[in-house]
């Protein structure tokens, strides 16, 4: 215990004031890995962290309470081990790059650099292999490293389609979001909008949706990951609940659709971070249920050993053809779909001795 | 006037203090084709109409406001010309075939006749010549006749198809929608089930939603109507909005789908109500919008020169290939999914003199 | 009809793209006293108003939506008999002295100069003399005049409390608010916030309910306005609802609170805006209903015959003795509350000779 | 271990399938005193509890769910040393006396006995002393025992006030309610009542609400419980939440009411349970925040050590005079008001041998 103490890493948390960065303060409470020593913000610079954030139904711990706030910039950071970067995508854009530069190995929530060539884009359980593109990072010359996260709606549905693809060989997915507010930030979208109301469109998020499953589920190649030969149809839509993303998704596969054996193969489902046991694996990344009336945001977003990390699915049927199906999907946004997907991606390249 | 006034039909309608039987009961108000003279309930036998329901957001004349309760029966309804049946799937199944023994003329809002061989299933912008299905009910020797109007998801879907079918020619629906809780009746669905949640189920509906718009855009033939060669499939979603459902559809056409085209093309569509300016007929059937993120139920459920009577397209794009397309839509779904739907067909056998 | 128009007065409204802002423009469209000339914003001058705001559930008229937007300054008013000022609370403080100094005659929803000495603070049906104050503005030097609406929660209050007060004499108002999140403007109470909960705290709203009803049923005296001798205290409450604040309140009088009397004195009650006719003036200023459940914002707040004018009353009944009463009211708090009753006060001062 | 297990009673949970129901059995799990038994329901008798239920995001052990669904009934309960009983109001007046001729104690949520004689209506925290009544039902010839719980809004209303009262003496009390939806069971609330809405009416509960703290704060006397000598006035409102209700109130005392006295008096209140460190006793019962928008339902509802069982208080503040303030309290209702405080009651009852 004593040695395991002495090598917990040290994680910088940016904007973790902000929604997602909560989250990740939370999470790293008492961490066996990883030791919270640096947050930054913005407005609240220079105050204990604890006095900034409003006592939520997160509970932080005292240690990270006394933290004080340090600047989100280059010079804010200090020594750190590990980066967690939600920022907005403007932030990231320009600071990420900065960062690594600078020596710093990166995990970031933001879209800017998701779709870079020499990034990956790693959910744990569904391309860890992916990581190995950090070895080209230094090839290229790379001081630190990055490594992203994908969109809140993508993880959940590139690790649904993960176990699909590999046994049925996917055509094409066609999927229908009801995504939950928290999903953008905060003050984010206005009860005015919301309230007795549903919005079909999220910016830029389709285009996400689209792209990021078929890097994930691509494979690594010479000019960095070759992606998925199939095709994603999104159609989102912003809906009236707090936390958790449902997706509906039409699939057209290669082979027969027997909605018997996919519920087998995803509850079956296991990835590196079951094998390894990491501290934030949940033991079944797929919950199926067989219930007819879920899965629910409200009953199922916390599902399974770790909350929030486990999707469920339900309402697994037959398509119009017996090469398509039918099937929706509940994946915790905030966390299985940002700060819990991404320390567990953080909890992978430690154990594989990514992060030294 | 007087003229008129002595030509209007004397109208029943059942379940008169249900959700949708109020909207009738509104709509009826001042009609200048109907004069409503029975309301039928069940404990609320004997009092007058208007104690029985609440002050709501909804006029109700004074005339209907000094009816009595008639109860809900073959013997209760007395003499008129058209019987409106708002009932339960049960009561329906059993009471509107005796009534039609009896010689009443009825157009029922509820489900078990809308498949039967010899009852029109009308949306009268969509298909009106099915009416000539009550020339069939004649010759079988019906004394009185049925129409049924579909379920309120299928009302507003076979609209929109209508014009795109007959231009492009459909090969398949994908159909995702968000359903307000006012389709499942008063007192319907528990707030317990909703606030801060979406329920992926709605007993029977997505069966529902498959198969009626198939009859709706079919031909009616010897042995009753060929549904159209086309195939649909639903994943329906309750969510906690009070009116307006909205459906997000992927389809697939024989011909090219150019989003300009079927957004001119949906915009220009007009039926036979629109020609013969029935009362109850919105200047345009199908409103498209070109705002990136509507339609959306709270702003555009009353859209209109007819409050609920249009649905509203939006979000017009291309689908994975040339032949197929994306788009959303809204339709109120108690009044162009029910009572208003109903009425309009009412009217239209009135001045088709279908109705005695 | 074309001396009408002649003697039509033309009117600018300040911060028109905002929520009340387009309140205003909707209810000024045909209106027989005012013609629409400015409208004024901020991003989005030079462009035409029908561009910069959505479409909405709010029918704008077609001269309206030609109107260019002019920026929202002293100089960028132009031409105007009226001026309509939604502002926000900092622009207005420094801005609206300007427009007066100016000349312009301004009426004010925002908060910084309804408490000032000279300016009447008014609900028309409440306090029509105290628009007498407008002498003592001329007498001051003032070139132009300046009238203000309260608070929207204090609006309802004071329309209720008036005739109660006049009749039994109040002592003490205890009112507990239920405020919908239209209050907070656009885009205002972030969804976040308000899903599946309550906000017991809105800055600064109980201190402007618990003193300017007082400056309301106050009289006009040489050195202004003397408040009302009672007391209000409140306690305030952000909840899920888009429209319509609910106030329910404990009173302690003079005389003795008898519930059906009071019922009698608030549903015969009339202002000067009823006399005149005015044209925003609803037949019943105060609608009071005796079912149990009732008011309630989504079926109530559009009742009597100018929708969102008149306010609801039920739920009266006995305090904890004979001198106490409790009721529950509820008030539109964007129409009666804001742009509403700042027409009508318009109205009035229009018929009276206020304005030129 | 061992000797604790033998040792453990068993315990009854009527209506076991409804909401507060399934409370019970979460709760009952792995309780150190009380072994789950027997489970009685209605449709659902026969089958095993597991099967019943859907699984909801509460936690039932493996042996409550392979318990089978046995009838609610006098027959039904079997052998027992506790039962729990959420019955429906009728349900509840007729078969709880006769559980008790039976010989068994009864613990009751329900209304119907809770003002009568010769029961204790307990909350833990506030008038332990209370179930010396239990001698009386003995000397009465009662076989068994009946407790009774409050109404789950006087229950934190109870808790709040009785260290206030304790120290500055209670005159009047005049609290208004927004509660919420689980509050009324399951079904309940319609979603058509509540979206966008607040009802101002719950049928029955202002008597409650009035009366039964009275009762609480009362002291054992001859003749039962002589009621303590304030008045309290409610005004109750059921707004769209899930679970916590929040009350705001304006207290009248005897003494200076000091907001950081008060602050300070509720803070450090502690009861029997928390001495006793009885297994569902919160450390703090009630806990004081010092935000300004807080306590808030999503936010506070399960704060604490024992979630769900403290209530939260905040903005104290100064009433109107010297000897009144104002206060806003959160409480779960199904928690604090209903399973939990009755658990902790059967939990003073079992450290105090009053259960066989």
Same mark, same amino acid.
């Given at each position: 215990?004593?040695?395991?103490? &002495?090598?917990?890493?040290r994680?910088?948390?940016? /904007?973790? %004031? ?21 947050v ?8 204990p962290?604890?006095?900034v954030?409003s ?8 240690? /990270? ?23 907005? %995508?403007e ?5 990420? $790059? ?15 650099h ?9 959910? #744990?359980e569904? !391309? ?5 593109l ?6 290229a ?8 996260? $994908?969109?809140?709606t993508?993880?959940?549905? /590139? @690790?649904?389609l993960?176990?699909?693809? *590999? ?7 066609l999927?229908s ?7 953008a ?8 909008d919301?309230?007795? !109301? ?19 589920l ?8 070759k ?7 999104a159609?989102?839509h ?15 596969? =290669?082979?027969?659709? !027997? $909605?018997?054996k ?10 590196e #971070?079951q =094998?390894l046991?990491?501290?934030?694996? $949940?033991?079944? #990344? ?9 899965p629910?945001?409200? @009953? ?6 770790? #909350? ?5 699915v ?6 119009l ?10 994946s915790?946004? %905030?966390? &299985?779909? *940002?700060a ?5 991606t ?11």
């Amino acid at each position: 215990l004593r040695a395991q103490a &002495r090598t917990k890493l040290r994680v910088a948390v940016l /904007a973790a %004031t902000g929604m997602v960065g909560q989250r990740y303060v939370t999470m790293l409470s008492d961490h066996p890995y990883f030791r919270l020593t640096t947050v930054t913000g913005q407005s609240s610079v220079g105050k204990p962290y604890g006095q900034v954030i409003s006592s939520g139904p997160f509970p932080v711990s005292r240690e /990270a309470k006394d933290l004080t706030v340090k600047p989100t910039s280059v010079d804010g950071i200090g020594e750190a081990d590990l980066v967690f970067s939600p920022l907005p %995508t403007e932030a990231a854009m320009s600071l990420e $790059p900065e960062l690594v530069k600078r020596g710093y190995n990166v995990i970031t929530d933001a879209s800017p650099h998701r779709m870079d060539r020499l990034v990956p884009l790693v959910v #744990p359980e569904v !391309n860890p292999s992916h990581l190995s593109l950090l070895q080209r990072q230094r090839e290229a010359g790379w001081k630190g490293s990055l490594v992203a996260t $994908p969109n809140c709606t993508a993880a959940g549905l /590139a @690790l649904v389609l993960k176990p699909i693809h *590999a046994e049925l060989g996917l055509k094409r997915v066609l999927v229908s979001t009801m995504q939950a507010v928290s999903g953008a930030g905060y003050p984010g979208v206005p009860s005015l909008d919301i309230l007795d !109301n549903v919005i079909p469109f999220i910016k830029d998020e389709e285009d996400k949706v689209e792209t990021e499953p078929l890097k994930m589920l691509g494979s690594v190649g010479k000019g960095g990951v070759k992606p998925a030969g199939f095709d994603i149809s999104a159609m989102v839509h912003r809906v009236a609940t707090t936390d958790g993303h449902l997706e509906s998704m039409y699939v057209e596969t =290669e082979d027969s659709f !027997n $909605p018997s054996k996919v519920a087998e193969l995803l509850a079956r489902f296991r990835g590196e #971070p079951q =094998e390894l046991r990491l501290p934030s694996a $949940p033991a079944e #990344p797929i919950i199926v249920t067989k219930e007819d009336a879920r899965p629910q945001p409200r @009953l199922d977003r916390y599902a399974g050993t770790v #909350p929030g990390m486990s999707v469920v699915v339900g309402r697994i049927r037959k398509g119009l053809d017996s090469k398509s199906g039918r099937l929706t999907m509940l994946s915790h946004n %905030t966390i &299985r779909g *940002a700060a819990g997907s991404t320390i567990l991606t953080a909890e992978l390249m430690y154990r594989k001795g990514l992060l030294g």
